[in-house]
């Protein structure tokens, strides 16, 4: 008999995608995957040679829990250099990856009954970890009609006395949406007046177009950072997914209950992994640079044909590399006598028919919309594209 919490929250929708594109790839079909969160492009070579001269050298062992002492004075003097935040490094805790930052802080945070805001749409994985902590996701629609701007007035009114925590991404994922400050600062007062915290997973921070920027909302204020998590990590940045790389910024208290929680599950982080990740922060940025030139010409490229495309509208994404149309025209429509009757059917078909792997807005709380990743080549996002439209034009 399983646990059963197993019975109120489910695996990732976007590992089972990515599952069954890798399954379609072994039959041998040519898919195009616009369904993956992560960077088409590899490594940085200095980011490699740090990690194989960490292992020639015999940095083989466990280290501490929280993460060697030179990763989190790099962290540190990122966040105060880029950020304007203030954290010693003892305030920091590295993890494996953003995602068990994530997961640490809200097993740290809540307990049974406790209520969690979630702007939505929302990354897949926010409301099953509340859920896997006994929590109570509670979901807020974010204002579409504002580029995806968190709506102030719905948070405020959804926060109650279980209110723990929100969760918030900003750059979004799944739309692509850049937070003003006015709208974090806003939030960020709220957080203090009701006494709940702000989980601030800022992982796509360096990925903005634009000239919008991103504002860590820790920086407001010593009471506003005493309330708040500052999520962040390597993979988006560094195109280090694989590497599993993240880390949580927050007060003393909330980083021990962390690293107790860390020191029962994964004891420390990938010794080479964090070598890596000091050099990552400390190393030239120019690879950083060049992969959001490239992403902010694929992004033009794909919001210009999705514009194009019978019916079909689009919120102009601000940063991550994402977009999230609108394809519910085509609901009710059929392709080769199949109804579309929501936007699982529109990926399901689409993928079986034209071999393009698009993410389902349900997954992310965004019915009637499908997530387009543009970490892909250029030539496949014009094979995808063509595809796409061509499958919109055949609908009956």
Not at 33 to 43: A, C, Q, R, S
Request: glycine residues 6%; charged residues 25%; aromatic residues 8%.
């Amino acid at each position: 008999m399983l646990a059963e919490r197993m019975k109120n929250f489910s695996g990732s929708a976007t590992v089972e995608i990515n599952n069954k594109v890798a399954e379609l790839k072994a039959q041998g079909k040519e898919i195009i995957g616009l369904n993956v969160g992560e960077p088409d492009f590899d490594t940085p070579d200095y980011i490699k040679k740090a990690a194989i001269a960490a292992m020639m050298n015999g940095f083989n062992r466990y280290t501490q829990v929280a993460g060697i002492p030179e990763l989190r004075n790099a962290i540190a003097n990122k966040l105060e250099k880029e950020n304007n935040i203030v954290y010693k490094p003892s305030e920091i805790s590295v993890a494996a990856g953003a995602k068990q930052s994530i997961f640490n802080a809200v097993m740290a945070l809540v307990s049974e009954g406790d209520e969690v805001i979630v702007p939505t749409p929302c990354w897949v994985s926010y409301t099953e970890i509340i859920k896997l902590a006994c929590g109570v996701p509670v979901l807020v629609p974010a204002d579409e009609k504002n580029g995806f701007d968190l709506d102030i007035e719905a948070i405020k009114a959804a926060v109650t006395a279980k209110t723990k925590a929100i969760i918030i991404c900003t750059p979004n994922n799944p739309t692509g949406a850049i937070y003003k400050e006015a709208t974090l600062r806003a939030l960020a007062a709220l957080a203090v007046e009701k006494n709940f915290y702000i989980i601030a997973d800022e992982i796509y921070e360096k990925l903005s177009y634009d000239g919008e920027k991103h504002f860590s909302v820790a920086s407001v204020s010593d009471e506003v950072k005493a309330h708040t998590i500052t999520i962040n990590g390597f993979s988006k940045a560094y195109a280090m997914t694989g590497w599993r790389l993240g880390y949580a910024a927050a007060a003393s208290e909330v980083i021990a209950a962390i690293n107790k929680i860390q020191s029962q599950t994964v004891t420390s982080v990938n010794s080479v992994t964090q070598k890596a990740g000091v050099e990552a922060l400390e190393g030239p940025q120019s690879d950083l640079n060049d992969m959001v030139v490239e992403f902010a010409r694929r992004r033009i490229y794909v919001l210009e044909r999705l514009c194009n495309m019978p019916n079909i509208t689009c919120v102009t994404p601000k940063g991550a590399f994402y977009a999230l149309p609108d394809v519910s025209s085509c609901f009710g429509k059929s392709y080769k006598g199949e109804v579309i009757k929501n936007a699982v059917d529109f990926c399901r078909i689409l993928l079986t028919e034209k071999l393009i792997a698009l993410v389902p807005g349900e997954a992310f709380y965004a019915p009637g919309k499908v997530r387009i990743s543009y970490s892909n080549s250029m030539e496949n996002l014009e094979k995808a594209m063509d595809k796409m439209e061509e499958f919109i034009k055949e609908l009956a």
